[in-house]
């Protein structure tokens, strides 16, 4: 009885602390003492994980972190050699990241945390979102962007458009985990459970987000779920083809502009422009930028200078951010990272979760080629989650079929 309390407690209060990644942009419009408090939490977080990782046996930071380490420490070196870099903000940056490692290393894998304690928040977060959206159809509030600049004014407690994205892409990766642990346990709450979660998606990415990007991905993930489950993915000819499509696709939508063969006739036709509202002008300053300065980068720089050198707060291209703010040198280095995470992915392939995690992480970097994601602490959870699958896996899956099979 004292065992199943201290377990439970132990789910609670991981579920408390998984909060402090939660902040929503809105706080910091519509309640100051909520931002506060959730800043107040997060540094609660990170030293207590922090302790709690140093007094656990046969728990020590491995090559995978001080790989992150290495480029973030690339990243200070571009932002000294900058005059107008901003060494306090990459400071916090890398706290946030630091916290995040230790939670996913602590709590999911060391502790085992029950995925609910973690998607129930989100679920809780989206249902919250849709009565907000209800009561306010025009928007909450008027939302400025980092360059100060107007944003936009349909904005409710999920913040911006890019912060859909963090909250509806991680609790895909925490639903897909609990739905694999639940498979020996088909009951109708469960069920209900699924439809209510896909409800609170669907709603949010394709009537409230507003964002292009987050449909694109949710499609994505959802056609291949639906053809996995009809097991028409067996076959990983078929996995190659429905990704040259979406390649395919990407490639004049983004690569090419309007006076460039297909895509001269849409924008003729639509009285449209096909660059992405301005992305590949975004793309074009940014490559002009990285030219003088391609070995380290400018680092971390305050959004008004970074505004007047490319016209946006950020490339609009993770690939190109990286380049632009750590150079040559720290993609490189982001490139090897990836590299380790598909590895690990790749050897547990034929389990359900790690394909599930395969084909989101594709998407990720799919979307990135549009979109910047920048130091967001859950996208960097769900890496981090991709890297240690086989842990998670033997921690979530495999006992519970030792549970079904009457082993333990």
Not at 59 to 76: K, N, T, V, Y
Not at 86 to 105: D, E, H, P, T
Not at 155 to 168: L, P, T
């Amino acid at each position: 009885m004292k065992l199943q309390m201290r377990l439970k407690y132990n789910h609670i209060f991981g579920g408390l602390l998984f909060l402090s990644f939660m902040k929503p942009s809105s706080f910091g419009y519509i309640s100051p003492l909520l931002d506060s408090i959730f800043d107040g939490l997060l540094v609660f977080t990170l030293l207590y994980l922090l302790f709690k990782f140093l007094v656990t046996k046969n728990l020590h930071f491995d090559l995978f972190f001080w790989g992150i380490c290495f480029f973030w420490i690339l990243h200070a070196y571009s932002t000294r050699l900058n005059e107008q870099g901003q060494m306090f903000s990459l400071v916090i940056i890398c706290a946030k990241y630091v916290a995040v490692y230790l939670y996913v290393r602590v709590e999911i894998i060391q502790s085992k945390i029950s995925p609910m304690c973690m998607l129930v928040p989100l679920e809780v977060l989206m249902f919250i979102n849709i009565v907000f959206f209800f009561m306010y159809p025009k928007g909450m509030y008027t939302m400025i962007g980092s360059n100060g600049s107007y944003y936009s004014d349909q904005v409710w407690i999920m913040g911006g458009k890019n912060g859909y994205f963090y909250y509806i892409f991680f609790a895909f990766a925490i639903f897909l985990l609990e739905n694999e642990k639940m498979k020996i346990y088909s009951t109708t709450q469960n069920i209900i459970h699924r439809v209510i979660f896909y409800g609170l998606v669907l709603i949010n990415t394709f009537i409230i987000s507003k964002s292009a990007t987050l449909i694109i991905g949710v499609t994505m993930i959802l056609v291949y779920l639906i053809l996995e489950r009809n097991r028409l993915f067996g076959n990983k000819r078929i996995i190659a083809l429905y990704y040259l499509i979406f390649a395919f696709l990407f490639y004049f939508l983004m690569f090419s502009n309007n006076n460039v063969g297909m895509l001269k006739y849409i924008s003729n036709f639509t009285g449209k422009s096909t660059t992405l509202t301005g992305r590949t002008l975004i793309w074009r300053r940014s490559v002009e930028a990285i030219k003088n300065n391609y070995l380290f980068g400018y680092g971390v720089e305050n959004s008004q200078l970074v505004v007047k050198k490319i016209g946006q707060s950020t490339s609009h291209n993770k690939y190109l951010w990286i380049l632009y703010r750590g150079g040559c040198a720290s993609f490189g280095l982001f490139v090897v990272l990836m590299i380790y995470v598909f590895n690990n992915l790749r050897k547990s392939y034929s389990v359900h979760l790690s394909k599930y995690y395969m084909v989101m992480t594709i998407v990720l970097c799919i979307l990135w080629i549009v979109e910047v994601y920048d130091n967001n602490m859950l996208i960097f959870a769900f890496l981090l989650m991709c890297y240690y699958v086989t842990k998670i896996e033997d921690n979530y899956l495999n006992e519970n079929n030792k549970i079904a099979n009457y082993e333990i």
